[in-house]
């Protein structure tokens, strides 16, 4: 279980996060929704060590990791698609991936994981020898979620995972989450794309300026007033 | 006519040489966006070292294994005690740049202590080992075969290295996205570290080879070695591995030309008259990216 308590986090004179609690059970899939600047990405960066957290818990099966570095936290079996790809642009997507695969030293796996990768995105198959920054934005997109799947994750971390994609892919994206899902690993998502997002997911969280305004059964919050007017344009 | 091929070829020899500093140049600027200005200090130490250890009978070959080993150290020393420190504190780029001329200041000066190697000139071991070629009226000196042979083949182990090996890869990918190289599990404090002993020890070599080759040695030798190497770096575009290599051979063929034809004083400045050109031309060097700003 990945365990968030009371989470405080500051950018210089800016209070991102105020006091922010939530929790990801085994085999689950949560949301978190929320408008821009909600602050739901520092959420994420707050967990994986790339923002300083000023006070408060992550805790990963009951282990305490608030503010461990970065580089370890892909070793504690989370990984993190960022917001934006971030993809090693003069890389080919071949060495992309196997960035995706640092920490695994398994040979075998290794070549498990790039054939999965491969099969769930045979687009990136054609381009194994292509530089990341020539792929057009949704290739990117499909790398950036296909190296964060590299490592064998239990917890996957995706930030807008969606973004920038033809409504085709997206469609295809979310199917990709349920089946990664069956397949045993545990998925925090953020998405602009609340009705999606909380269509796939069993629970929500929903986020406002630093705070969690609500939270509850996903299919629940669907269907609750607040939540409809302020994120689903109804 | 022979005159001028003689001077080629030690241009080569000697610029082969120089692509081994500015590699150094090179992969510290690729990584950290960071012109170290104590580079050729650190190659005036490795050269110190093999005149050291060779003193002390140790014989040349193991004197030039422990001088890399030790000028790597010292490279990796400098980044962790004076640098490390800036980044985790985000320190501005200035910070950077001064504090990598202040170790250049000290370790210059600690080498010329009358208590260390002093200031003056020391005669430094030949590498001319199987005396010189004649062919017609041109003689090639061993030690610039040497000086060729040994630089061609450590930057085709360097090129390996960051080309073929997952250190390498990561290396390039510090270098693209730090971030994104860390939350892959990248240690990039390590990968720094890497980098600057890399850059370290090759100047060492650089060290053995050239004066080797002269065989004469002085603490502040490493100023003038090292913004030429700096020089040759830019010209063949920074952060760019062959970029140092052609960078390397230009400098290094367009001064013994200009030695040759217009006296040796033109020897020096003749870098930065290449350097300028080039730039006018091509503004970030013979193979140099664009954009080239850290984020
Ligand atoms: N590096 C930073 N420096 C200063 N302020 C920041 C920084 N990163 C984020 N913020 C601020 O913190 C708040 C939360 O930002 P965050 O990126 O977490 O929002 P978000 O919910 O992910 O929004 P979006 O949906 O637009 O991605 C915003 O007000 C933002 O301006
Ligand atoms: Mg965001």
Same mark, same amino acid.
């Given at each position: 279980?990945?365990?968030?308590?009371?989470?405080?986090?500051?950018?210089?004179?800016?209070?991102?996060?105020?006091?922010?609690?939530?929790?990801?059970?085994?085999?689950?899939?949560v949301t978190l929704i929320g408008s821009n600047g909600?602050?739901?990405?520092?959420?994420?960066?707050?967990?994986?060590?790339?923002?300083?957290?000023?006070?408060?818990?992550?805790? +990963?099966?009951?282990?305490?990791?608030?503010?461990?570095?970065?580089?370890?936290? =892909? &070793?504690?079996?989370? !990984? #993190?698609?960022? /917001?934006?790809?971030?993809?090693?642009?003069?890389?080919?997507?071949?060495?992309?991936?196997?960035?995706?695969?640092?920490?695994?030293?398994?040979?075998?796996?290794?070549?498990?994981?790039?054939?999965?990768?491969?099969?769930?995105?045979?687009?990136?198959?054609?381009?194994?020898?292509?530089?990341?920054?020539?792929?057009?934005?949704?290739?990117?997109?499909?790398?950036?979620?296909?190296?964060?799947?590299?490592?064998?994750?239990?917890? +996957?971390?995706?930030?807008?995972?969606?973004?920038?994609?033809?409504?085709?892919? =997206? &469609?295809?994206?979310? !199917? #990709?989450?349920? /089946?990664?899902?069956?397949?045993?690993?545990?998925?925090?998502?953020?998405?602009?794309?609340?009705?999606?997002?909380?269509?796939?997911?069993?629970?929500?969280?929903?986020?406002?300026?630093?705070?969690?305004?609500?939270?509850?059964?996903?299919?629940?919050?669907?269907?609750?007033?607040?939540?409809?007017?302020?994120?689903?344009?109804? | 006519?022979?005159?001028?091929?003689?001077?080629?070829?030690?241009?080569?020899?000697?610029?082969?040489?120089?692509?081994?500093?500015?590699?150094?140049?090179?992969?510290?600027?690729?990584?950290?966006?960071?012109?170290?200005?104590?580079?050729?200090?650190?190659?005036?130490?490795?050269?110190?070292?093999?005149?050291?250890?060779?003193?002390?009978?140790?014989?040349?070959?193991?004197?030039?294994?422990?001088?890399?080993?030790?000028?790597?150290?010292?490279?990796?020393?400098?980044?962790?005690?004076?640098?490390?420190?800036?980044?985790?504190?985000?320190?501005?780029?200035?910070?950077?740049?001064?504090?990598?001329?202040?170790?250049?200041?000290?370790?210059?000066?600690?080498?010329?202590?009358?208590?260390?190697?002093?200031?003056?000139?020391?005669?430094?071991?030949?590498?001319?080992?199987?005396?010189?070629?004649?062919?017609?009226?041109?003689?090639?000196?061993?030690?610039?075969?040497?000086?060729?042979?040994?630089?061609?083949?450590?930057?085709?182990?360097?090129?390996y290295v960051v080309n073929k090996t997952k250190m390498?890869?990561?290396?390039?990918?510090?270098?693209?996205?730090?971030?994104?190289?860390?939350?892959?599990?990248?240690?990039?404090?390590?990968?720094?570290?890497?980098?600057?002993?890399?850059?370290?020890?090759?100047?060492?070599?650089?060290?053995?080879?050239?004066?080797?080759?002269?065989?004469?040695?002085?603490?502040?030798?490493?100023?003038?070695?090292?913004?030429?190497?700096?020089?040759?770096?830019?010209?063949?575009?920074?952060?760019?591995?062959?970029?140092?290599?052609?960078?390397?051979?230009?400098?290094?063929?367009?001064?013994?030309?200009?030695?040759?034809?217009?006296?040796?004083?033109?020897?020096?400045?003749?870098?930065?008259?290449?350097?300028?050109?080039?730039?006018?031309?091509?503004?970030?060097?013979?193979?140099?990216?664009?954009?080239?700003?850290?984020?």
């Open positions: 279980m990945l365990k968030i308590t009371d989470l405080n986090v500051f950018y210089g004179p800016i209070h991102a996060l105020k006091g922010v609690s939530l929790e990801v059970n085994n085999g689950e899939i909600a602050g739901k990405s520092t959420t994420l960066n707050a967990i994986t060590g790339i923002v300083k957290v000023a006070s408060g818990k992550v805790e +990963l099966d009951g282990q305490d990791i608030t503010n461990a570095a970065s580089h370890k936290i =892909v &070793q504690h079996g989370i !990984s #993190l698609s960022p /917001e934006g790809r971030e993809v090693f642009p003069g890389l080919t997507v071949e060495e992309n991936l196997r960035m995706g695969a640092y920490t695994r030293q398994n040979k075998q796996e290794i070549a498990q994981n790039f054939e999965r990768v491969y099969d769930l995105f045979p687009r990136l198959k054609e381009r194994v020898s292509q530089p990341a920054g020539t792929l057009s934005g949704g290739e990117q997109q499909m790398l950036a979620i296909g190296r964060s799947l590299m490592s064998s994750p239990k917890y +996957l971390l995706l930030d807008e995972p969606s973004m920038g994609l033809a409504p085709n892919l =997206v &469609q295809m994206i979310f !199917s #990709l989450i349920e /089946e990664i899902n069956k397949q045993g690993m545990t998925i925090l998502l953020i998405e602009q794309n609340a009705n999606m997002a909380l269509s796939v997911a069993s629970r929500a969280y929903v986020l406002e300026t630093g705070r969690v305004s609500l939270s509850g059964d996903a299919a629940q919050l669907a269907q609750d007033e607040r939540v409809k007017k302020a994120y689903l344009g109804a | 006519m022979s005159a001028f091929v003689g001077s080629v070829i030690n241009g080569i020899a000697l610029g082969m040489a120089y692509a081994l500093i500015a590699v150094g140049y090179s992969l510290v600027f690729g990584i950290l966006r960071l012109i170290n200005f104590a580079h050729g200090s650190i190659y005036a130490f490795g050269a110190y070292m093999v005149f050291l250890f060779v003193t002390l009978k140790l014989g040349f070959l193991p004197a030039i294994i422990v001088s890399v080993i030790l000028s790597g150290l010292l490279a990796f020393l400098m980044d962790k005690v004076t640098l490390e420190p800036l980044r985790k504190k985000g320190s501005d780029t200035i910070a950077y740049l001064i504090t990598t001329v202040g170790v250049s200041f000290v370790i210059t000066n600690v080498l010329s202590l009358e208590a260390v190697f002093g200031s003056q000139r020391r005669l430094f071991p030949s590498t001319n080992l199987f005396g010189s070629i004649r062919i017609g009226n041109l003689t090639i000196q061993s030690s610039q075969i040497i000086m060729f042979v040994a630089a061609l083949i450590l930057m085709l182990i360097m090129t390498g890869l990561s290396m390039r990918a510090v270098e693209q996205n730090g971030r994104a190289a860390r939350l892959v599990g990248v240690n990039v404090n390590r990968v720094i570290s890497f980098t600057f002993f890399l850059g370290g020890a090759s100047a060492a070599i650089a060290g053995a080879l050239i004066n080797g080759y002269y065989q004469s040695i002085s603490p502040t030798m490493g100023t003038t070695i090292g913004l030429k190497a700096f020089a040759a770096a830019v010209v063949g575009g920074i952060g760019v591995l062959h970029g140092s290599v052609v960078g390397g051979l230009v400098v290094g063929v367009g001064e013994c030309i200009a030695a040759q034809y217009l006296g040796s004083n033109v020897r020096d400045p003749m870098a930065f008259v290449i350097l300028i050109i080039i730039l006018i031309i091509k503004p970030n060097g013979l193979f140099g990216k664009k954009g080239i700003t850290k984020v």
